[in-house]
C-alpha cells in the first residue's frame, strides 16, 4: 500500500521506518523538505539529522505534507498536537478527501512548562476538531497513548498483551486500520465509538505523563483485563 506519513519527529520516524520494513510504500512528509533536510544536528530527542536518518533508511522517501498525502492511500497525522491542523491545511483537502487519516497526534500544550497540559479536553478533542475541518476524510483516532516504538511494535512489551484504542465515525475505516494494526503486531484493539470517544485517550495522556515521571521510562502501556468471556 502507498501511505504518506506526515511528521518527521520520533513517531513519523519510527512508524515510516516499521511501514517499509512491512512492505509498503512510504513518503513521510514535511513543511520544507530543504529546510529539513538542511538541519546538521540532532532533535531534542536525540534523533540524528533526517539527512542521516534517510540515508539509514533509504526505502522512505522525503516529501512536502502535500506530496505524502497524495502519495498515500492511507495518511497517518504524526505531527506535534498543536501543528496539526496547519500541517492537514498544507496536506490540502484535495489530498487527503476520501482518505483514511490515523490522527496518532495528542493536543499537549507545553507553553506553561512542564509536565504539558492539553489545550483541549472534555467536551471536544482533536480528533474531533480534525475530523471537522476536513469533513471527507475518514478520520481514524489510534496509537496515542503510548511511546513510538511501542506503537510500531507492540511486541516490545508483554509479548504484545497490551491494549489499544480507536475511535471514528466510519466503521469500514476502523476496519481497515485494525486490519493494518495486527500487522503491526496488535491483538487487542478496542473500538470506543465515534470520533466524539477520542476524548479519552487525549486525556489519558496527563496519566500517561507522570507514569513516565514515576517510571523513568517511557516503556509501559495499558491493558485492559477483562472478565473472562467477555
Known amino acids: 500500500m502507498n501511505i504518506g506519513v506526515l511528521g518527521t519527529g520520533t513517531v513519523g520516524r519510527t512508524i515510516a521506518a516499521r511501514l517499509v520494513e512491512l512492505g509498503h510504500s512510504v513518503i513521510i512528509g514535511t513543511r520544507d523538505p530543504a529546510k529539513t533536510l538542511a538541519r546538521t544536528e540532532s532533535d531534542g530527542m536525540g534523533n540524528p539529522p533526517p539527512s542521516v536518518w534517510l540515508e539509514q533508511n533509504p526505502k522512505v522517501k522525503l516529501g512536502s505534507f502535500a506530496e505524502a498525502a497524495a502519495h498515500g492511500e492511507m495518511v497517518v497525522n504524526a505531527t506535534n498536537g498543536d501543528g496539526s491542523l496547519d500541517a492537514l491545511k498544507a496536506a490540502s483537502e484535495a489530498n487527503l478527501n476520501g482518505k483514511i487519516l490515523i490522527d496518532i497526534a495528542n493536543p499537549l500544550d507545553g507553553s506553561k512548562g512542564m509536565p504539558p497540559s492539553l489545550f483541549v479536553s472534555n467536551t471536544d478533542s482533536l480528533g474531533e476538531q480534525i475530523q ?71 486525556m489519558y495522556l496527563p496519566i500517561w505523563l ?21
Request: zero cysteines; glycine letters at 8%.
Open 210 to 230: 507522570r507514569l513516565w515521571g514515576a517510571l523513568q521510562t517511557s516503556l509501559f502501556q495499558v491493558k485492559v483485563v477483562r472478565k473472562a468471556g467477555n
Open 132 to 202: 471537522r475541518a476536513f469533513p471527507d476524510v475518514k478520520v481514524v483516532k489510534a496509537l496515542n497513548t503510548m511511546n513510538a516504538h511501542l506503537m510500531a511494535n507492540p511486541q516490545l512489551l508483554a509479548n504484545g498483551d497490551h491494549t489499544v484504542f480507536m475511535s471514528g465515525n466510519e466503521v469500514a475505516a476502523k476496519a481497515a486500520v485494525s486490519e493494518l494494526l495486527r500487522t503491526f503486531g496488535w491483538e487487542d484493539i478496542i473500538d470506543l465509538g465515534a470520533i466524539t470517544t477520542a476524548r479519552g485517550p487525549e
